[in-house]
């Protein structure tokens, strides 16, 4: 009788622990680390510049899983950046990732007294670079890099050969879903 009583106990003694050992095995899951989500920063031919970042045009499409950065100097000659990225989840994906070529676009324009420059990397092209760093599903932090042509007026051959060279980017976003 006492065995029986004593297989009883055992095999409770057992259930108690594997449930124990099930429950504490269950995974939690751990949102990365990201930045302040307020931060645009590139040096463009070696000078730093800070960018206030544009709220209402920073988004990220869950559709097309795209995602847009956009900025504006404050300071002349006034400048504004916007970075493009395609086909990443930044909801479920590893990171860092890199992107280049078709899945990266950058524009850069310039304007003061003296008129207006665009620049912006050639279509396709893996002269520029974005690399996202981490994400919690609403901030992006990321790095960016790249070599854009002016493209104002196509049809001089000065400003196809007009080019700037961007280093040192990065940011930290809240992109709006659209």
């Known amino acids: 009788m006492k065995s029986g009583r004593r297989i009883v106990f055992v095999k409770g003694v057992i259930a108690a622990l ?31 510049f800070t960018f ?3 709220a209402s045009q920073s988004e990220y499409d869950t ?13 002349e000659p006034l400048q504004s950046i916007v970075i493009t990225f395609g086909h990443f989840d930044i909801d ?7 992107r280049t070529g078709g899945d990266v676009t950058m524009t ?20 520029c670079s ?21 493209t104002t007026n196509t049809n001089d051959a000065n400003d196809a050969n007009d080019k700037i060279t961007i280093t040192k980017g990065r940011f930290s976003v809240r ?3 659209v």
């Open 108 to 127: 850069v324009a310039f304007s003061d007294a003296g008129g207006n420059k665009v620049y912006q990397c050639a279509v396709g092209s893996t002269d």
């Open 130 to 150: 974005v690399t996202l760093t981490a994400s919690n599903g609403e901030i992006v932090d990321g790095t960016f890099q790249g070599i854009l042509t002016n």
């Open 18 to 48: 594997l449930i124990i050992v099930v429950i504490g095995c269950e995974e939690t899951p751990v949102q990365p680390v990201v930045g302040s989500g307020n931060e645009l920063k590139a040096t463009i031919d070696g000078q730093e």
């Open 63 to 75: 559709l097309l899983l795209s995602g847009r950065v956009q900025g504006t100097t404050s300071s």
């Open 175 to 177: 992109l709006q879903p």
């Open 52 to 54: 206030d970042i544009e």
């Open 92 to 98: 479920n994906r590893t990171f860092p990732v890199t």
